[in-house]
């Protein structure tokens, strides 16, 4: 167990770090390119966009790739490249001498960010399914600290230098490379590997394996529509903020250092305590219900206070992640955890694709003053209403018992209730 430890906390390291890094150049992102294009906001929001755009395809594209590659060559070596990739990514980018070569980072950056979902599969190895949902809470932990520490680190030296945030990034993610390089373990023995296809590794190809059992497919959409309800933080929080509670900059940091705040204590704290209570199942929709509760409170809200009192009620619904993420791992076999992991990356870069013109389109329309009436809160309104159809779906999952279940072709068949292995026993799910 104690290895077994030492690797799980090598994983919240490394997605702390992942997070960090991608954190520090948020504040100075926008500014170098403002810097190439002479100042012009809005080419500069116009070549953003494309960064956006690009990373989420090399996302959709790579992280079924690389989750495959990991079922068929272990997860170790994936995670090791993908932080050397990445680290080697950020120099491009501290070096970069136009915005063709901040475009060549993105690409970059969204092909060898993928040490999160091969870090799932990871912890899918070494963690019994009844421990998982704890398990993936912490690394959900990791986004968050990572959230609060990122961004206020990037602007402190982005005031020094636009570039010095690009390379204390490198610095972090060749540096996680080199330890992990010492101290990792593999964590897939080469019995259970899996032989990589080009029919498994493309992005529909992976998700056929979402449609390998109803139940399976059943948590995936309701992940999906929960993923595209987060789209409206990204897309139309800062021009919300500021259209309606006409907000520094300053402040919407703050708020969003309130949002990482309380993801990192409700996925530390809460998680483990509420499934054990509550089971997955129960934990999956009462995050989503609170979810929803919270996006309605942000709509509603006229007064930027209501609006901040308003997001630890949404933040309840980060539960709802990891317990989702442990019931799918339960319905695939331990050779299919790599793709299952890349397969939900698919899912959340198509909504990453639909999500940002899904809100900003609604938010764009209820608010033209040519209607004769606003409504600034109908982006959070849509996405409560997603959030509350997620709920719906998720209450209609049956209870299965076992700790795992494998069937012909390492599909699951869940009338087959034999465990994955002698180490992980049938556990009932609640």
């Not at 990991?70 to 990514?89: A, F, K, T, W």
């Not at 230098?161 to 101290?183: E, K, T």
């Not at 929709?285 to 919270?294: P, Q």
């Not at 509350?388 to 012909?408: N, Q």
Request: hydrophobic share 55%; aromatic share 10%; glycine share 12%.
């Amino acid at each position: 167990m104690k290895p077994r430890k030492a690797a799980v906390v090598f994983i919240f390291v490394t997605v702390m770090l992942d997070m960090l890094a991608l954190g520090l150049v948020i504040p100075v992102l926008p500014k170098l390119v403002l810097g190439f294009l002479g100042g012009d906001a809005s080419d500069a929001a116009k070549w953003l966009g494309i960064f956006g755009t690009v990373f989420a395809l090399m996302q959709l594209v790579f992280s079924p790739i690389l989750g495959v590659l990991s079922d068929r060559i272990g997860r170790r070596p994936v995670i090791l490249l993908s932080n050397l990739g990445l680290g080697l990514d950020y120099v491009v980018l501290a070096l970069a001498p136009s915005i063709g070569w901040l475009f060549l980072g993105r690409v970059l950056s969204g092909i060898t960010a993928a040490s999160v979902p091969t870090g799932y599969a990871y912890i899918s190895d070494v963690v019994p399914p009844e421990k998982r949902a704890g398990a993936f809470g912490m690394i959900g932990a990791a986004f968050g600290a990572g959230f609060i520490l990122g961004p206020a680190l990037g602007g402190l030296l982005g005031s020094f230098d636009p570039r010095l945030p690009f390379w204390v990034a490198a610095g972090l993610s060749l540096a996680n490379a080199l330890y992990g390089f010492f101290v990792l373990p593999e964590s897939l023995p080469r019995a259970r590997r899996k032989a990589f296809t080009l029919r498994r590794a493309n992005p529909v190809g992976s998700l056929v394996l979402l449609r390998s059992h109803p139940e399976l497919f059943r948590i995936a959409f309701v992940q999906f529509v929960s993923f595209v309800a987060h789209e409206v933080l990204p897309s139309v929080f800062a021009l919300y903020a500021i259209y309606r509670y006409a907000w520094s900059e300053g402040q919407i940091g703050l708020s969003l250092a309130l949002v990482g705040a309380c993801s990192v204590a409700i996925n530390a704290g809460l998680v483990r305590p509420i499934v054990t209570r509550l089971g997955e199942r129960r934990t999956l929709y009462l995050g989503l219900f609170f979810g929803a509760i919270g996006m309605a409170l942000s709509g509603w809200a006229v007064k930027g206070a209501w609006y901040l009192a308003a997001i630890p009620v949404m933040m309840i619904w980060t539960i709802s992640g990891p317990a989702a993420q442990a019931l799918m791992t339960r319905r695939v076999s331990e050779s299919e955890q790599g793709e299952l992991q890349g397969a939900i990356s698919s899912l959340r870069s198509v909504a990453s694709l639909i999500g940002p013109g899904l809100f900003a389109f609604t938010f764009a329309f209820f608010i033209d003053p040519h209607r004769g009436w606003v409504l600034p809160g109908a982006p959070w309104y849509l996405s409560a209403a997603l959030l509350f159809l997620a709920m719906l779906m998720a209450m209609r999952i049956p209870k299965v018992t076992g700790g795992g279940v494998s069937g012909a072709k390492g599909r699951p068949h869940l009338n087959t209730l034999a465990p994955l292995s002698a180490a992980t026993p049938p556990v009932a799910e609640t």
